[in-house]
Structure formats: C-alpha cells, structure tokens
C-alpha cells in the first residue's frame, strides 16, 4: 500500500458470511465509483514515487482478494492473468519479484477497461465462495475490505497530487459539496486531558491492525490539547510572522527540507488559493489547515508556544467520542476539510484530517509480527516514521478507531495532514 499503512490483522470475532459479503460488495463498488470520472490516461499517470496510479490501486487490491483468498482457499480456482502478480504485488517479498514502485505510472497496459473486467471477474468468485470459504478466509476478507478502504483514501490523494501538476488545475469533480463556514473561525481553547495511569491501544471485540496492539498502560503527564485543529486563517498568521523563515522554530531536519524545497506554504497553496480535487478555491480560514508534513506541524507548535501530542495523549481523548462522527468519505464526491459545525470541547478528532503527533511509529510492548506473507506490512516499516491520529474527510466512513495508528515520513504530506496543538501543565 503507498502509504506503508500496516495490513496484518488483530484477534477479532468473525463477521456473520452475509453481512461479509455486502461489506465486501459495497467497498468493491466504492473504489469503482472513485475512478469513474475518470479516463484511462487519468487514471494510468503517476505523478512522483509515492503516490501510484488509480488504476494500479484497482488492480492490487484485487490482486490482494485473488491471491490470499481465491487461489489459497478455493481449490481449483485458476488465475484470471498469470503476469498480474508481478505487476501489482505492492511489498510482498514472499510472493516472489514485482514491478518497480517509482515506474507504476509505465503500465499503460492493461487497460482500465482490462482492469474492470478482472475485478468484475474476482468480485464474483468472491462472493460465490464466501459462504463455504474457511474461517481464516473469512478473516483475510475482512482484513482485505480494510486494506481497499485504505486504497481507497490514497486514490484521492494521489488523483489530487496529479491534477495539481497540470496547469489547467482540472477538477475530479466540478462542485465542492461542502458547506462553508463563516470566513471567522471559533477560537482554540485548551482541554485538560487525562494524566496518570491510561491503557492504550486496541481491546476488545472488532477489527483492528495488529500495530495497534498489544492493549498496555502508558504514563500520561499533566497536559492539555487543542479543542480543534489548527485552522487555515492560523496558518497564514503563522506564514505572515515569518514563520518558515525563520530557523529557531525548526527541527534540524525540518530546516535543511524548507531550504533545500523552498517550503513556504502549506501543499497546494497559492496566495489565497488552494488545490481541491475541484479544482482552484479559495481558502476557508476557518477550515483546518491540510496538507502540511510532520517538519510544519512542529514548527507550528513551537511558535505557538505549545507542542505536538503524544499518540497516547490523543489517544486517551478520543476514546469516549464517535468515531463516525465528522466528515469522513462515505460516496464518490468532493472531498475537503471543512470548518467544525458546533463549538465542542472535542472538535473534529475523527474524519477532518489525520492529526500528526510527536510518537515515533514504533512497535507496542509485546508486538510480534504476524506469521505468513501479510505479516510483511507490520515492524519492517516502524523505523523513521512518525504516528498520526483520527483519519480524514478522505477516510472511508466505518474505517477508524480511536487506536488506530497511521504514519508517515516526516517531510511527507501529500496526505490529508494536519495538527492539533498540546502543551504540558
């Protein structure tokens, strides 16, 4: 998956074969609704080596479902194209060679057209098997409809960072169907947040990726976090006091990126426009600010007086709240942050945009990799990379957690990233 995002699974209690399958049905149709304004040439280009194709997002995850599910649990079942393993296995060393990341936006064959057919074709054995399939391809379905709601976020994303490379500014879709605030955002108030002794990390029943266990207690200190995220109109404060040019702020890293990129903005901004997958729009102020890599958030904070959460700082707050609350993605449609609708003390935690936070991504006490080849996506990536929090308006609604742990590189930000302030009492 592009974004590295683990797809190993925890301990869950298996899903009834029915309701499997219409999860199944319904993420399989989401994906193609994504693509569908798209054209072939849309849907084939790829615009730097972390972001891939559209089309290459439809094959392998289908690829996925043909592989651990079909050809390990059904017998008998052939292949729909032996070549299709080589070309859309993403990090799989034990499933042998694969195409080049970086040379995804190459595959101009097969078509979409091809594409569509194969998932038509696999959708269908899927769905014929599933009532016979065993248990552990129960779970491995499961795993798989989170694995393309993953997929599924990063064709956004990726579709944004293209559409932005063209003069033109084209837009995926013409409206922006989201209700705009008032130009004037509710000021930040600082919530005081649980301290001591706080158990962390996934419990219980229902599905979660195995980087978010074992469940362990954390020592939490005296602090307080933002009552929203940090917004638009901030950041530009943030940007007129000179902030990105002046080098105290700065982590080391984060210093020698601005220099060496000429970071002056936010992703997409220019003056008081910004880049949405409808095209050119004007800023909201009071909207939260998005597209800024882990190197910005401190920065931020660091001016602000404050600093960056904990991921179990954040952690601790959120678990009382609903995780389907907020924007999130639930159709094809515009998608972009958007100003909090009340004036809670818990605004936006979930479905805004993924919150960076100052944890490394790194293995919980007692984590052990998952045996087999999904295990591949567990502790081989928790090195450099920092955790964030609470999913985005590009997030696949029934997809987040208050444990769930995304991550990323620190210069990284083609996401929907962006930050929520805390700061030690």
Known sequence: MAS?????????IAIPPLLLAQRFAATRQLS??????????????????DASPAKWHLAHTTWFFETFILRDHLPGYRLFDDRYAYLFNSY?????PRHAR????????????EIRRWRAHVDAAVLGALPDLPPAAHTLTELGIHHEQQHQELVLTDLKHLFAQN????????????AREAAQFSAMKWIEGTAGIAAAGHGGDGFAFDCEGPRHDTLLTPHALASRPVSNGEWQQFIADGGYHTPSLWLSDGWAWVQAEG???PAYWDGDRQFTLSGWQDIDPAAPVTHISFFEADAFASWAGARLPTEFEWEAAAARLDPASGQQLGSAGPVQP?????????????????????????????????????????GKFMSGQFVLRGGSCATPRGHLRASYRNFFYPHQRWQFTGVRLAKDL
Not at 4 to 12: E, L, N, V
Not at 348 to 360: K, L, Y
């Open 167 to 178: 003069p033109l500014g084209p837009a995926m879709w013409e409206e922006m169907a989201i």
């Open 32 to 49: 193609l609704d994504l693509v569908a304004p798209l054209s072939d040439a849309d849907a084939s280009a790829q615009s730097m080596p």
């Open 263 to 265: 970071i002056d903005a």
């Open 4 to 12: 590295q995002t683990d797809i190993s699974s925890h301990p869950q």
């Open 92 to 96: 799989y060393e034990a499933e042998g």
């Open 102 to 113: 970086p040379q995804r936006g190459l595959l101009t064959r097969p078509s979409l057209d």
């Open 338 to 378: 958007a100003a909090a609708a009340d004036d809670a003390d818990r605004q936006q935690m979930f479905g805004s945009v993924w919150e960076w936070t100052g944890s490394a991504y790194r293995p919980y006490p007692g984590f052990r990799a998952a045996p087999g080849a999904v295990g591949e996506y567990n």
